[in-house]
């Protein structure tokens, strides 16, 4: 078994992506711009928030983070999306989610300029990647893949699984590994609450991405001996021997699969650094867009 270690591919590309920023802008270009906002204090969302702020500054981009209340209102904030569209500095923009249950998630996300949509949630972007065309990859999925291509795992062929379908991640997961691209042209099964006889369709997975949201959910009687197993969940679960009183785990019950299988993702240490990747490889295909559509224009 091998783990796919996302802290040292994800250290790997931003040494590239760094480079790639020098070079942009020893030729003139401006420094990518990523302005992200966070509603409330969900201590989850500030700490994926901190460490894109902080990857941003160890990539020498420039960050914004604008925080509101929860008590902001859907309109306010779609007011704030539009300053940040219209504002020639950002490049990316990106809302943190959950956002508070008065506000539609996809009315704030359709506020977005899909120029600026690094995220990849649009659904100007998201019709893009289903029909081929070039656009930014939702971050996770994107992240997902470029873990594939660097430990040289080539799923042409193979069965896969997803387990989740969220707009973020198992949808466009499973369109990215089924269409005609490299990495992609697996045969792909797309599960979710409401499948029938799980165990039996994971037993015949060559690679499984789970994207549930529930704690080691995947156990090792689900996996075929073999299978490469990518684990994007992130639960916190009560652990008293921690200052914090909580650890995070998967969606899949590691200590039990790993020994099953060939490769997997660790929880933490797996996917999240990837996420963290696609986005800001994304906002560096932005900045880059923006320049040329400024110059075309
Ligand atoms: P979501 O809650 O939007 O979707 C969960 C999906 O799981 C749903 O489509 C649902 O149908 C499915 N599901 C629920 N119970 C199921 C069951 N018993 N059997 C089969 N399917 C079931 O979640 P999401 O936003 O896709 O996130 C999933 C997990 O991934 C969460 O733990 C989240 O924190 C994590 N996440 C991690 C990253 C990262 O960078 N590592 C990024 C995004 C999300």
Not at 54 to 75: A, H, K, M, N
Not at 122 to 140: D, E, R, V
Not at 201 to 217: E, H, R
Not at 247 to 267: E, F, M
């Amino acid at each position: 078994m091998q783990i796919l270690d996302g802290n040292l591919v994800s250290a790997h590309i931003k040494a590239q992506i760094k480079q790639e920023v020098i070079d942009w802008q020893a030729q003139g270009g401006k420094k990518p711009h990523l302005a992200a906002i966070l509603v409330g204090n969900n201590p989850a969302s500030e700490a994926y928030v901190g460490n894109k702020v902080r990857t941003c500054q160890e990539l020498g981009y420039e960050s914004t983070l604008l925080r509101f209340g929860v008590d902001i209102t859907e309109e306010e904030l779609i007011n704030e999306v539009n300053k940040l569209n219209n504002d020639d500095s950002v490049d990316g923009i990106l809302t943190q989610l959950p956002l508070p249950k008065h506000i539609s998630p996809d009315a704030v996300i359709n506020s977005i300029n899909p120029a600026k949509d690094v995220d990849g949630f649009h659904p100007i972007t998201q019709g893009k990647m289903l029909l081929g065309q070039p656009s930014f990859l939702p971050a996770t999925p994107y992240g997902i893949l470029m873990m594939l291509e660097y430990y040289k795992i080539d799923v042409t062929g193979m069965n896969c699984v997803v387990i989740g379908r969220s707009n973020i991640v198992g949808t466009p997961m499973t369109v990215l590994l089924s269409r005609n691209a490299n990495p992609g042209n697996a045969t792909v099964t797309l599960t979710h609450s409401r499948t029938k006889n799980l165990k039996d369709i994971t037993l015949n997975a060559d690679l499984i991405v789970a994207a549930i949201g529930k704690p080691k959910y995947v156990t090792a009687d689900m996996v075929k001996p073999g299978a490469i197993i990518i684990d994007v969940g992130i639960n916190r679960i009560e652990d008293a021997t921690r200052k914090s009183g909580f650890r995070l785990v998967g969606d899949v019950d590691y200590d039990n699969v790993a020994p099953l299988c060939s490769y997997i993702t660790p929880v933490p240490g797996g996917v999240g650094p990837m996420t963290i990747v696609g986005l800001m490889k994304n906002t560096l295909d932005a900045v880059k867009q923006n320049a040329k559509q400024a110059v075309l224009s």
